[in-house]
């Protein structure tokens, strides 16, 4: 069993609706959870984090974790064309190791 | 003014050649990775320095070394390269105590043939 699940999709959904990006994991030290979002052909960039369980909202996008339930969301609500990218989880215990799920291929159609 | 560069963008080879991939950082930061994404885009980390101290190795062939000559830049040289070794090499870096914050440079896709 992988220490972080993310379902690969492919996700496609039209444009302006709300989209839901999911992972579990199942090492229950991890403190931080972040999501990068990767574009085709390029390197990953961090678009949010979160410390221990909680919401975090940036525009339109809100991260969520829930450490009991060992089970993280990132939503973007309003979704663009230009949002089609891969979301890639992440979690570390503060080490500076990253754990990434698989990635989730989305795209956004105009 | 690039962050984080990586050179070269693209390394096609033959197997059994030795090859390197050169990184540099111009942010300031202490720690820097070198991580592997394989064709299915998982991606894992497989070394990690700071301040040119050896943190993390994971479990890596020993024909991958990575080198360290100052806290800003990484090297990566890999020897007797096999098939499954063809992936995109990406390297990184972040500031001690945000460890999270990860930035990335555009990978090296390295084929090997």
């Known amino acids: 069993q992988k220490e972080v699940e993310q379902d690969p999709g492919p996700l496609s959904v039209p444009e302006g609706a709300i989209v839901s990006l999911n992972c579990t994991y199942s090492n229950s030290a991890f403190q931080y959870f972040m999501w990068y979002r990767q574009y085709s052909r390029k390197g990953p960039e961090l678009l949010m984090y979160t410390y221990s369980s909680g919401n975090k909202e940036d525009g339109r996008f809100t991260a969520q974790v829930d450490k009991s339930s060992k089970y993280i969301s990132l939503f973007i609500r309003d979704s663009q064309p230009s949002d089609s990218a891969t979301y890639l989880c992440?979690?570390?215990?503060?080490?500076?190791?990253?754990?990434f799920g698989q990635g989730t291929t989305l795209q956004v159609k105009p | 003014d690039t962050a984080v560069s990586q050179t070269p963008k693209y390394l096609v080879t033959q197997m059994g050649n030795d090859k390197s991939i050169k990184c540099e950082q111009n942010l300031g930061h202490d720690t820097m990775y070198w991580y592997k994404q394989d064709s299915k885009k998982f991606l894992k980390i497989m070394f990690s320095?700071?301040?040119?101290?050896?943190?993390i190795n994971e479990t890596v062939p020993n024909r991958f070394s990575p080198k360290s000559p100052d806290k800003a830049h990484l090297n990566l040289h890999i020897n007797s390269l096999e098939l499954g070794d063809s992936a995109v090499y990406f390297c990184?870096?972040?500031?001690?105590?945000?460890?999270?914050?990860?930035?990335f440079g555009p990978g090296t896709r390295l084929t090997v043939t």
């Open positions: 320095y700071n301040n040119k101290e050896l943190i």
């Open positions: 992440a979690m570390s215990e503060n080490t500076g190791k990253l754990i």
């Open positions: 990184a870096s972040s500031q001690e105590g945000t460890t999270y914050e990860q930035y």
